[in-house]
């Protein structure tokens, strides 16, 4: 093996300018494996005593979590990245796009900052002297679906492949929400307030399913070291994209942790689990109604002390005392985080109209989970899903490839998915461009 080979010594050291390191790139479509190929190598380093020098990265919690490793923002700089295609490293560049310097002649002008700050991410990206590309397919298992997720891959699918998506379009006679197994099927969305919005909806419904009101956990916010009082503020803080409060937690709901709280232990930001329980005080809870976006009857509840959630894989060996197998209390964490207020600010006339934000610095303490019943698409890269809803109808600014690619290839077969709404056959058809055509062409070369 390449890497254990380069770590043992076996084989003479690598010359040029990378100094003898080994640094490697290990491309493949969905369903290759490439995080379980991760989990061999980090056994590796466990079982020859190395374990201490490896860090595992991914850019966004959920596909950290799925390798045992830590967000690029947790953690910056170290080897192994997982899910590259999702990683976009200066102001949203694809690390494939050629910022040579010819390509600027033309305009006329000198590189910006965050131009020069661009090639220095494509000069990581040219230091790579290996390359194994994995195409073993070890996910898919419908042979007519692989074909079409190739053909998507190449932007070349057929009319008679979008017609067989079609047929797993909800409201069909044959495809219905509301019935086992998709009334449990996580759903994929392009964007955080759709997700937000779908998590409400699913958790109200939950709550009213189970015969119980719905409760929010109000996050204890501060701002200049003082509780946030003012209605307005308190108002816009609850009403916030679930990414920065956890909002209706329901028994049985998926959840998604947001922090590291035990790295040691698998507790990482990312990890899946299901809410069982929450603690609290009884004297925490008001009904008076704080949002118009949650029912009349919701229960307010200001200060949770922890919540019980069931974590299989957590590294957690042993029962915790009067607690059954993988329940784990969740403590409340505290983060910082900065809001745009400019929409609640008294109005000034002022003929100059800027569009200047006004932000103010939170300090936040709460549970640190979000609901999962439906996630973002880019969030679900390196999962296997069993059942999923998935939306193909794409945002007008989006013209990626793998915004339709990546929630199409999550499954093992074209009978795990429903699709939530009709869509356009030209979203089957995005062909990839040619900065990305010549780098996978530079990389088989390698």
Not at 188 to 215: D, K
Not at 387 to 412: C, F, G, H, Q
Request: glycine content about 4%; overall charge positive; aromatic content about 6%.
């Amino acid at each position: 093996m390449i890497i254990t080979s380069h770590l043992d010594g076996d084989k003479p050291s690598r010359t040029g300018d990378n100094n003898g390191q080994l640094i490697m790139c290990i491309p493949g479509c969905g369903g290759t494996e490439k995080s379980q190929l991760i989990r061999a190598v980090t056994e590796y380093f466990r079982v020859t005593n190395r374990i201490q020098k490896m860090r595992k990265l991914a850019p966004a919690r959920i596909a950290a979590a799925e390798i045992g490793g830590m967000t690029i923002h947790s953690f910056l700089g170290e080897q192994l990245i997982d899910e590259m295609s999702m990683y976009r490293p200066v102001y949203d560049a694809p690390l494939h796009t050629d910022f040579s310097p010819e390509n600027k002649k033309k305009f006329n002008k000198l590189p910006s900052e965050k131009e020069i700050q661009q090639r220095v991410a494509r000069s990581l990206i040219l230091e790579m002297n290996g390359v194994v590309k994995l195409t073993q397919q070890m996910r898919t298992e419908d042979i007519r679906y692989l074909q079409l997720l190739e053909r998507l891959r190449q932007g070349q699918c057929s009319y008679e492949d979008y017609e067989l998506l079609l047929t797993g379009v909800v409201g069909q006679s044959s495809v219905s929400l509301r019935e086992p197994p998709w009334n449990q099927a996580p759903m994929l969305v392009f964007r955080n307030q759709i997700r937000t919005q779908l998590n409400h909806r699913s958790a109200i419904h939950n709550a009213v399913q189970a015969g119980c009101n719905p409760m929010v956990c109000v996050a204890q916010d501060f701002c200049k070291g003082k509780p946030v009082e003012e209605p307005a503020l308190l108002k816009k803080l609850l009403e916030l994209s679930d990414s920065n409060t956890e909002h209706l937690p329901v028994p049985g709901m998926p959840v998604i942790l947001t922090q590291n709280i035990a790295i040691e232990l698998g507790l990482i930001n990312g990890m899946n689990g299901i809410f069982r329980q929450r603690v609290y005080d009884l004297d925490a809870v008001s009904t008076d109604s704080l949002s118009k976006m949650f029912p009349v009857n919701t229960q307010y509840l200001h200060k949770p002390i922890y919540a019980l959630v069931q974590i299989s894989k957590s590294k957690i060996e042993c029962n915790l005392e009067k607690l059954r197998s993988k329940l784990i209390p969740i403590p409340i964490m505290e983060q910082t985080f900065q809001v745009d207020i400019s929409d609640i600010l008294p109005k000034v006339n002022n003929k100059s109209k800027t569009n200047r934000k006004a932000l103010l610095s939170i300090k936040r303490r709460a549970l640190p989970l979000v609901p999962a019943y439906s996630i973002t698409t880019h969030k679900s890269q390196g999962q296997t899903l069993t059942k999923v809803v998935i939306d193909l109808k794409l945002p007008k600014d989006t013209d990626d490839i793998a915004a339709v690619y990546v929630p199409l290839s999550r499954e093992k077969r074209l009978d795990d998915l429903i699709i939530l709404q009709h869509f356009d056959y030209k979203v089957l058809v995005i062909k990839p461009s040619k900065s990305q055509v010549a780098e996978m062409q530079r990389l088989d070369k390698i």
